[in-house]
């Protein structure tokens, strides 16, 4: 368990791309019940998106409860024997419902569909991505702090007030630049969406 920052990193990647993978194949494979039955991305959809105006203020709130509700969760999930299953779970996870997400869109539109999906992350994707690897490598340096074998382990006990405080700071940081991300979301992104809508 241990393992360099950047290790961990490779291991977002690997297991966001399973859940990519896996969700377009899901659509793919259930094309009929996605696509032609199916209503995600549909006419009306993104008729109802062209003519929404969401507000900053009540938008900012709903985002936020939902992206500090993630973290905190996984954050005290870090905590138990579960918590890296459950976190590596969660990234699968997200890589599904983006695998769906993307070929849904590029089925049915095509080169406007990836500009749809790009649209749909930027610019919090800029600064909420990075925050969620981040917390996936802290979610195993508190796991393996938590229950790792010796020596490790030991060596987390006589440095424990250093280690818990380094852990608290970064899960502080964490949580204030997925704040940022929240309002990138709320305020930017809203008026980068509905540009690109223009063109459907």
């Known amino acids: 368990m241990q393992q360099s920052p950047l290790k961990n990193c490779y291991y977002v990647v690997y297991l966001f791309t399973i859940g990519l993978f896996l969700g377009i194949l899901i659509v793919n494979v259930g094309y009929d019940t ?4 199916g209503s995600i991305l ?49 990234i699968c996870y997200v890589g599904l419902a983006a695998g769906c997400l993307l070929s849904v869109a590029v089925i049915r539109y095509g080169i406007r569909g ?17 925050a969620y690897v981040a917390m996936f490598i802290w979610a195993m ?15 987390y006990v006589r440095h424990s007030r250093q280690m818990y405080l380094k852990k608290g700071v970064q899960i502080v940081g964490i949580i204030a630049v997925v704040i940022i991300g929240c309002l990138l979301e709320s305020y930017v992104n809203p008026k980068m969406l509905h540009f690109i809508l223009k063109i459907f």
């Open 34 to 37: 996605w696509i032609k039955d």
């Open 114 to 130: 990836l500009l749809l999906m790009a649209a749909g992350i930027m610019p919090q994707g800029i600064v909420l991505i990075p």
């Open 42 to 90: 549909g006419t009306d959809m993104i008729f109802r998106l062209k003519n929404s105006s969401p507000e900053g203020i009540g938008l900012l709130g709903y985002i936020m409860k939902h992206r500090l509700f993630t973290i905190c969760m996984l954050g005290l999930l870090a905590t138990t024997m579960v918590g890296l299953p459950a976190v590596c779970g969660y």
């Open 141 to 155: 340096g508190v796991n393996r702090m938590l229950y790792a074998k010796s020596p490790y382990k030991d060596c």
